[in-house]
């Protein structure tokens, strides 16, 4: 007898997907299939058996490595890069590497980060177009499946990124992007800084300075920074752009003597502020090797600039098409005045913000 059980999100939780197939052969059901596409498994009775089950994305699709054959992994279960191995033997020697999974699903929190910014932007095309009113219409059964597909995206990309997360510090222990900010034990003080994240090479500047004034910073919350009273120090202060929040990333820094003081992922790029301690006289530490390095991260700032204006251009697109008529007419009316001016006051300082990127992207190339 064969059974079928459908689990549409296994793929992101696989610690507890290989538990549940442990579980379900210690009962006498067997994985025999799984289809990607429905997220069905096909199990077969027989007797009960002890076995351990793990999850194998291989890119490859080729068989599985000998030294996980020799281990006694065999494979019960395949539909293209996914594997689903079994292991009958109490001891078992080795285990297949779940870094191949992870990175997979690490790729779709990505793109459901994407998409999550997209949702809200298609909310407030749906705010400036205006309740929909009279009878049911094509208009408000579009707007309710956006809205629809909008809440599912955000649940959806909360849910990936809280198994991914929770992957990640499986693997590679809690620390790999642990924020170093101690507890202040002298007197502190506070200085306000908007837009900051704007101008990298600048706050990294500043920030040096103030450590050498005997002011260090100990913690960020949002626009106010918290310095603690003390002896001069030299420090260094990089403020880095990048696309993904990789351990590796973490690792390469951190493995370089940098401190992690904070990291971001709300903007469209995510950035992170490091920070690294050196003695007076020598010269400061380099985040990068070469000239080569720092182009690279100047043209990362172009790029979180280039994707800010892209955005705002992509809204005014968006509000002249949605009050065409009404600006044609010259009759806005005041529901839509009032989105307008909701409008000037998200764009004005991202606009502003991404000037600064790129000014700040031709200074750093000048170093």
Not at 239 to 258: N, V
Not at 316 to 321: P, S
């Amino acid at each position: 007898m064969t059974i079928k059980k459908w689990r549409p999100l296994w793929s992101y939780d696989v610690e507890k997907t290989e538990r549940w197939l442990s579980e379900m052969a210690a009962e006498g059901q067997h994985l025999t299939a799984m289809n990607r596409l429905t997220r069905i498994f096909t199990f077969a009775s027989g007797d009960a058996e002890e076995a351990n089950y793990q999850v194998v994305y291989d890119k490859s699709e080729s068989v599985l490595p000998k030294g996980l054959e020799n281990a006694g992994w065999e494979v019960a279960a395949s539909d293209q890069r996914w594997k689903f191995v079994k292991n009958s033997l109490a001891d078992i020697k080795a285990f297949p590497s779940p870094e191949n999974r992870l990175r997979r699903n690490r790729v779709h929190q990505n793109v459901l980060s994407w998409m999550t910014k997209l949702s809200l932007f298609i909310a407030f095309f749906l705010l400036i177009v205006g309740p929909p009113g009279g009878e049911l219409n094509i208009h408000w059964l579009i707007g309710a499946i956006l809205i629809g597909l909008m809440i599912f995206t955000i649940v959806l990309f909360i849910y990936v990124s809280d198994k991914v997360n929770v992957a990640e510090k499986q693997l590679y222990g809690e620390e790999y992007a642990h924020i170093d900010l101690a507890e202040p034990l002298g007197e502190t003080f506070v200085k306000w800084r908007i837009g900051w994240m704007d101008a990298p090479d600048r706050l990294g500047k500043w920030l040096t300075k103030m450590a050498a004034q005997g002011h260090v910073l100990v913690q960020i919350k949002g626009f106010k920074f918290i310095f603690e009273k003390g002896q001069p120090r030299q420090i260094a202060y990089i403020l880095d752009y990048h696309w993904t929040t990789s351990p590796a990333y973490f690792d390469m820094h951190k493995g370089a003597g940098w401190q992690l003081k904070l990291t971001n992922g709300l903007r469209f790029m995510k950035y992170s502020l490091w920070a690294q301690s050196y003695n007076k006289g020598d010269k400061p530490p380099q985040f990068t090797n070469s000239n080569q390095g720092n182009k690279m991260r100047a043209r990362k700032l172009l790029e979180a600039a280039a994707l800010d204006l892209l955005f705002v251009g992509a809204w005014v697109v968006v509000i002249l098409v949605a009050n065409y008529s009404s600006f044609q007419a010259g009759n806005l009316a005041s529901f839509e005045k009032l989105m307008l001016l909701i409008f000037a006051i998200c764009v004005v300082p991202l606009v502003i913000g991404a000037m600064r990127l790129l000014t700040s992207a031709v200074r750093m190339r000048k170093v």
